[in-house]
């Protein structure tokens, strides 16, 4: 994985002759297939493109701030239709409909669209709001800048569909109001932007947004994808491509719950714990510790946070995990199938522990039914895949658990044990079933043409991974032989596996 941040531009687009106190900004909701914040409500933009550098920006003499000024506006055009550039407005609706078209289709560039319809941008009407930069543990990073933007007159936006789901204009504090009610997802800037907006279009209006050093390209660490859900992503020794675990703060005004502390590295202890000691400092009570299952990077930093807050605080995991870590971390009580733990306050918020093995032992997932939402450990991430590897690991007991999770009505987000917060729950795990039996497939078939050591059935059932992980992928297929042998449809003779 890249970690490197690429330029992009984000357009927040506001409403003609606008409610000053409350204003109405345009903001999309994007497909469930994409890979960058699928599923989510954000503002439209995209990454930058090497022609974006050709164009000049009148009024703007910084070669970097006017190609980013052409991206916000070529991606305002391309994903909604609104075209703000000067002599734009001569352009009837039918006109820009196939300008956009020729755009769209690649029969022209941005640049030569701008020359051929002599077009020009200008920096006045692109206002400057901060730049953002995604969290290391996406798949995909950017370093993007937003522009704060008054829709032309006379332009309606239309999204577009192959990208977007859906596109409304709504007041800024409504749109915050349906994030409060956990109806949608959206991420830090996206938050801050309405938060900025829903105190009205005022003289210090930039100055607001400009006021988090978030704005300024400080990295989030307190990543609340919905209320009362945060997710502090830290530095562990875990496997590629993820470089970050996460841990979850799940708060109430008068509660707060930790789940998996990962990291044995002080920096990411220390910065954890600052970030725990402030809940707690506004009047939370810590209810306790909480395991989802065994492995180092989730438990790796239990006992410095333990020193932090208090010899006093619970760790809960399940009897499994408990009895695996015994002599290396303290488990004070056990979480059984079923059990609840309840976090008080208006709304509560109750989390429902799910017993769902496979990836280990005693893994735990969490419901929380008022939201739908589900923290589901390292049964489902948000960036690379799950390895089951025997003993530990269990190829059926995967599968029925993600079937489990299936079963489950109305599920609106998956929280991983890496990588950002999943808005498409039921794809996102359909996704996984169909691939494992996929691959249970070819392993099959690998055996049956006469394959009988895992090296030997990996070359032929992983023929799409990277020669660097087929030690990984042996001992996934050992899972999947495992299974395939309690199914009946092979069997192993003197360490070598043969199809029935």
């Known amino acids: 994985m890249d970690s490197t941040p690429k330029d992009a531009a984000a357009v927040i687009l506001l409403r003609s002759n606008t409610n000053l106190t409350n204003p109405e900004v345009f903001w999309v909701k994007r497909s469930e297939k994409l890979t960058f914040l699928g599923g989510y409500h954000a503002f439209p933009g995209g990454q930058v493109d090497h022609e974006d550098l050709e164009q000049p920006v009148l009024g703007c003499s910084d070669p970097q701030t006017a190609a980013m000024i052409n991206c916000a506006a070529r991606e305002l055009f391309e994903e909604l239709g609104v075209l703000l550039a000067h002599g734009g407005e001569l352009l009837t609706k039918g006109q820009r409909s196939s300008v956009l078209d020729d755009l769209n289709s690649g029969r022209m560039t941005w640049p030569a669209l701008l020359r051929h319809y002599d077009l020009h941008l200008e920096a006045a009407d692109y206002t400057f709001v901060g730049r953002w930069l995604t969290p290391p543990f996406s798949p995909r990073r950017f370093n993007t800048w937003f522009f704060l933007v008054n829709c032309p007159p006379k332009q309606q936006p239309e999204p577009d569909d192959a990208e977007l789901v859906s596109g409304e204009w709504i007041p800024a504090r409504d749109a915050y109001a349906r994030w409060e009610r956990a109806e949608v997802l959206a991420v830090p800037p996206i938050l801050h932007a309405l938060t900025t907006l829903g105190g009205g279009v005022t003289p210090d209006l930039v100055d607001r947004f400009l006021s988090s050093p978030h704005a300024h390209g400080e990295p989030v660490r307190r990543i609340e994808f919905r ?158 895949s799950v390895l089951i590897d025997p003993p530990e690991g269990n190829m059926r007991d995967y599968i029925a658990s993600l079937e489990r999770l299936r079963s489950i009505k109305g599920l609106s987000v998956l929280f991983g044990g890496h990588g950002p917060a999943m808005a498409n729950p039921y794809a996102k795990i359909d996704e996984y079933i169909r691939h494992r039996l996929d691959r249970e497939s070819k392993i099959l078939d690998a055996v049956r043409s006469g394959a009988t050591e895992p090296l030997a059935i990996v070359a032929q059932a992983y023929t799409d991974v990277s020669p660097k992980l087929h030690s990984l992928a042996e001992r996934a297929v050992l899972a999947h032989l495992e299974k395939l042998q309690e199914g009946g449809l092979i069997k192993q003779v003197h360490g070598n596996w043969h199809a029935e």
């Open 227 to 384: 209320p009362g859900f945060i997710c502090f992503p830290v530095r562990t020794p875990t496997r590629p491509p993820a470089t970050h675990t996460n841990c979850y703060l799940i708060h109430t005004k008068g509660e707060l719950l930790v789940i998996d502390p990962g990291s044995p590295y002080e920096d990411e202890q220390r910065a954890l714990s600052q970030c725990v000691t402030e809940l707690l400092g506004e009047g939370r009570n810590l209810r306790g510790i909480v395991l989802t299952h065994l492995h180092p990077d989730h438990v790796g930093g239990v006992e410095a946070l333990r020193k932090i807050v208090g010899k006093s605080a619970s760790v809960l995991a399940h009897p499994m995990t408990a009895n695996a870590l015994m002599g290396t971390v303290h488990v004070d009580a056990v979480i059984n199938d079923g059990d609840t733990i309840e976090l008080k306050g208006d709304p509560g918020i109750n989390l429902r522990a799910m017993h769902t093995p496979g990836h280990a032992r005693g893994h735990l997932c969490f419901h929380e039914a008022r939201t739908g939402a589900v923290i589901t450990g390292d049964n489902i991430v948000g960036l690379g």
